[in-house]
């Protein structure tokens, strides 16, 4: 569901819990270094409910501190899997100003293996990318959905069942704990970029007495009281997406692209309107592809506009992405399915809709986890990592975010006393390997434990 690579960082230092004792990590030369990066092996359960059970490996990464070491900085990237040690090459400038205090640790993710370019034991299936599925009109399209989400999933699930099973944020978060055992410096502080947020919201569940300091970076509110309000939530802030561009072009010169909007999505619903190549588009589609544009601010709304128009005359050309799949889409749930709630009979799928649509009117639905968690339905594991409130006895915790996702973690953080967002009014997402004004609060949070003033804005 999630499209952009990003970053999550989990810095362990002195000062937390003791650390139970371990054999040490064995560093070595990574294979194939380019940027001074020693490797280790770590092992853990596949399965955290076993642990006398069947072992896998994590492989580690680490780049040494270029001044005194005070503590080791773990990286994890989002995605919801990612290869640490790949991805961290190319962006290695990007944690100067952190190495000067701490050494830098990555790892890749369980289950994410070779087709991620990952090292450690990976699920020996094939990720592929899939249409969000249409809502179902009736109780047959329903079952269908169940089926074909169903036949997906096991076709990867039957390749390793014990680890499909084990796949969650909350799993990810058994292993960032096991990493911070085996590292031996004490108490952990994490930044969490894009979905590897849930990995920091679920270890402040599981582990909060482990906690010196967290940083939640563009993600997502995977930590609600009431899960219905927080999908609301994130339909409203579709809604202020198209808002700000429907403003701009009351002074841009397309005054008439607002009207125009919502005759082409409410003819689109009943009727379909054509793009090239037989592709056709629901009101569904087009919401979500106009979301996304919208997000992306001025360098994106002129091309917005134009594509709105031509559709209203019928050719919804325009909407075609340049690259990647014609439709709305996303990836294989492995993750996702066992973090969200999914809809549990079409009834109550159509009274989430309704309401959607009605705190979101021009937005709808579209691109919010009641569409995304169609591709769930049916799926052969429960969701064993829900949503649920971070516990109050947290420290105060870091949010960091551009439109949209800044509300969103503050309303993460909302149960945690005295915890700071900082906001870039602008598009983006994450802000710690973009925006320099966030990186310095952030690195000086995670080794100092000082928070920005408020409001902190970048």
């Not at 075609?320 to 996702?336: H, K, S």
């Not at 439109?403 to 906001?423: F, L, N």
Request: proline share 8%; net charge positive; hydrophobic share 35%.
């Amino acid at each position: 569901m999630l499209k952009s690579i990003a970053m999550a960082l989990t810095l362990v230092v002195s000062g937390g819990a003791p650390a139970q004792e371990t054999a040490p990590l064995d560093w070595a030369p990574c294979p194939g270094d380019k940027i001074g990066m020693e490797c280790a092996d770590l092992r853990v359960p596949v399965d955290w409910s076993k642990p006398e059970g069947r072992r896998i490996t994590l492989k580690l990464g680490r780049l040494k501190a270029t001044g005194r070491a005070e503590g080791s900085a773990l990286v994890a990237y989002g995605g919801p899997g990612a290869p640490g040690i790949a991805y961290t090459e190319p962006i290695v400038d990007t944690w100067a100003g952190l190495r000067k205090r701490m050494h830098v640790v990555v790892w890749d993710t369980r289950g994410y293996g070779e087709q991620f370019r990952g090292r450690s034991t990976g699920l020996p299936c094939v990720w592929t990318r899939v249409p969000i599925p249409a809502a179902p009109r009736d109780d047959a399209e329903w079952g269908r959905l169940s089926d074909t989400n169903r036949g997906l999933a096991e076709a990867c699930r039957h390749k390793d069942p014990e680890l499909f099973a084990n796949m969650s944020s909350a799993d990810h978060a058994r292993d960032m704990e096991a990493i911070r055992k085996a590292l031996g410096d004490g108490g952990l502080n994490y930044y969490g970029a894009s979905y590897a947020g849930f990995y920091g919201q679920a270890y402040a569940r599981l582990f909060p007495g482990q906690v010196r300091t967290m940083v939640l970076d563009g993600t997502w509110n995977h930590s609600p009281a009431d899960w219905g309000k927080e999908v609301e939530a994130m339909a409203r802030s579709n809604e202020r997406s198209l808002t700000r561009f429907f403003d701009w072009c009351a002074t841009g010169g397309c005054r008439d692209v607002p009207r125009k909007w919502r005759s082409l999505v409410a003819g689109a619903d009943r009727e379909p309107v054509r793009a090239a190549d037989g592709v056709a588009y629901t009101g569904r589609d087009l919401r979500s592809f106009a979301v996304s544009s919208a997000r992306q601010g001025r360098a994106a709304w002129p091309g917005l506009a134009a594509a709105i128009r031509k559709a209203h005359g019928g050719d919804a050309s325009a909407f075609l992405p340049a690259r990647g799949a014609r439709y709305p889409d996303q990836a294989t749930g492995v993750t996702e399915c066992t973090d969200w709630p999914r809809p549990t009979s079409r009834s109550a799928l159509d009274a989430m809709t309704a309401r959607l649509r009605k705190a979101a009117p021009n937005a709808g639905a579209a691109n919010t986890m009641a569409t995304a968690g169609l591709a769930c339905v049916g799926w052969p594991v429960p969701v064993t990592n829900p949503p649920a409130p971070l516990p109050k006895t947290l420290p105060p915790l870091l949010g960091a975010g551009a439109w949209g996702e800044s509300d969103a973690v503050t309303r993460a953080m909302s149960t945690v006393p005295g915890s700071v967002t900082i906001t870039h009014d602008g598009p983006g997402h994450t802000l710690y390997t973009s925006n320099p004004c966030a990186r310095t609060h952030i690195d000086r949070y995670l080794t100092d434990k000082t928070l920005p003033p408020t409001p902190a804005k970048c």
